[in-house]
């Protein structure tokens, strides 16, 4: 706040011209010359100041634009291209793919059967379809059981897209607890937690030569 | 004069503390000197003596800062009597200068965080472009899921996991009964050190992670049952090493 | 795409910045030089560009800014007061939260235990997971400690919402260093329970050359 310039010294042209830059850029929608003026201190012109910007802009890789009555900086249209057929919605993933992601990643190398235990529900081959795609997921070596059922584990973008260094990092039941990511209900008639969950690889190293 | 008043509104401040460290640099400004020469014994007898007022006013104290008040008296005696080189916890002074660091830190933290949050800030003091444009893969759907949504999904079914109905799989736990029996036909014939997993019956070495850790799980409190009946002697070299077993002798 | 430059052609030095211009306007995210080459013509030099879009940009109300090993374009933050309509009110971080988060960028990466050492009490539920929310910490590698605790660390996100080019720039480190008040000092006397060897003392590695 204490950077706001006094009430009665206008900013001289150029520092108007920065002020207009800011909010253009920020701004989620077209701003007209009445909007600017309101934020501006007093005495501002946002019509001198933004013809400023304009010939500043003009020829770069970012374009002062008209929208109707008012205005906002856009990328030059030559350079579309750069950002052609890039334009991507994003959406949630969903649940049911969240959750066999979650599984995968914590007891990794694992069956759908397994999965589907783990859930509790049946897992659709979109669910698993879909984070192969994504190249979250891919497939393991073969499970030497019956069947000899294909498992799947997690991939280096998996790592990448979740900030991690190995799926070794991902926190134990007990550390999700002390996080705050698990309720503290005590499970019925059990006193202690299953804990191992996430480090299937820990302890057992302890023995081994 | 403001002196008493502010003892007091320290005692029944008590909820505004986080914990006995808080409190300790709290009645360390009294002293108004800087923390690398803040007399400790000083500090400890305003402690005990903040506790000793809490207890007065009847305020119920959380264990750590009884655990604290102990520990301060400890010292406090320590610092009054010549040292004595063959005590195991270290000089007085050392434990004193140790509590100077520590109270020294929090500060140093604390003004580090009041500096972080001092700073200009995203949406706050400086912004981003207001209506971004997304750049990434081609003509994709981007599906985005953050470690946090990760995390949560796990913790959730692992939470509803607690409340199935309780059934045990058998198949792939191995028995304790099973492994003290397979030790004790072994360890006959066993002359020197020798890993635990080499006790590992067939068929339980490899395969399902769960069935192996079941296996070693079992062996080794069976070890320890041994150990316990002096029939064997475990040993680790390191945290984390192999585990060994060998007849006692 | 008419518009795309052919195949051998590599664009002149200014056009490059004009692309890296608009390919920074226009992502949402901060950008590494590896995301910008990707995205040029091949033969195009990203740095070299980049560098001179910084000189352009220094002083405007729009600024180039460095966030870890990537690049965005910010308001400049002593023209914050013009957009306060556009503050996005975040929830009030609790003590406990600064604090920890404090401790997290400045020891990192860092285990619970740590944290609570240092403040002197637990870690209340909801501190941790707030952050983790927040996308400012997420989890390091495990510590080759007794339990194979897992350790937090900074985020991109973190230094981009604090203006921080690097955990490095995070103000009064070197002071605090010198002062030895980032060791990772055990009590006296216990010397051999706190045998945390080999796991380095986070941040000051960042100074040993």
Known sequence: MSDEPGLFAVPPLAEQERMIEAMLFASAVPLSLDAMRARLPQGCDPAEALALLRRRYAGRGVTVVRVGDAWALRTAPDLGWLMHDQ??????????????????????????????????????????????????????????????????????????????????????????????????????????????????????????? | MPDPQAADA???????????????????????????????????????????RARALRIELAADYLVMAAWLAYLKSRLLLPPDPQDPDGSAE?????????????????????????????????????????????????????????????????TRDDFRPYAFDRRDIYPIEAALERLRARLGDTPDWTALVRFLPEGWRGG?????????????????????????????????????????P
């Open chain 2, 94 to 158: 050392d434990l004193a200068a140790h509590l100077a660091f520590q109270l020294e830190r929090l500060q140093a933290m604390r003004e580090a965080a009041a500096r972080l949050m001092a700073r200009p800030r995203k949406g706050l003091d400086f912004f981003e472009r207001g209506a971004p444009e997304a750049i990434a893969r081609a003509r994709t759907t981007r599906y985005d899921a953050t470690l946090y949504d990760l995390l949560r999904a796990y913790a959730r079914l692992r």
């Open chain 1, 87 to 209: 334009r991507v919605e994003t959406r949630k993933l969903s649940r049911a793919a969240t959750e066999t992601l979650a599984i995968i990643a914590y007891h990794q190398p694992v069956t759908r059967a397994e999965i589907e235990e783990i859930r509790g529900v049946a897992v659709s081959r979109g669910t698993v379809d879909q984070l192969l795609e994504l190249e979250w997921i891919r497939v393991g070596r073969r499970r030497m059981s019956p069947g000899r059922p294909v498992t799947y584990v997690v991939t280096e973008a998996f790592l990448d897209h979740f900030g991690l260094e190995s799926a070794r990092d991902l926190p134990g039941l007990a550390e999700l607890r002390a996080a705050g990511l698990l309720d503290n209900r005590p499970p019925p008639g059990t006193g202690t937690d299953d804990d191992d969950a996430g480090d299937g690889t820990g302890q057992s190293e302890l023995f081994e030569e």
């Open chain 2, 10 to 52: 320290l005692v029944i401040d008590i909820d505004g503390f986080e914990g006995p460290l808080d409190v300790l640099l709290t009645l360390s400004r009294t002293q108004k000197v800087d923390l690398r020469r803040i007399s400790v014994l000083q500090l400890a007898e305003q402690y005990l003596e903040f506790v000793e």
């Open chain 2, 208 to 248: 399902a992670p769960a069935r192996k850790r079941s296996a070693v799980a079992s062996t080794f409190a069976a070890t320890l049952e041994l150990a316990k009946q002096g029939q064997l002697e475990l040993q680790q070299a390191d945290t984390f090493a192999p585990l060994r077993v060998r007849p006692r």
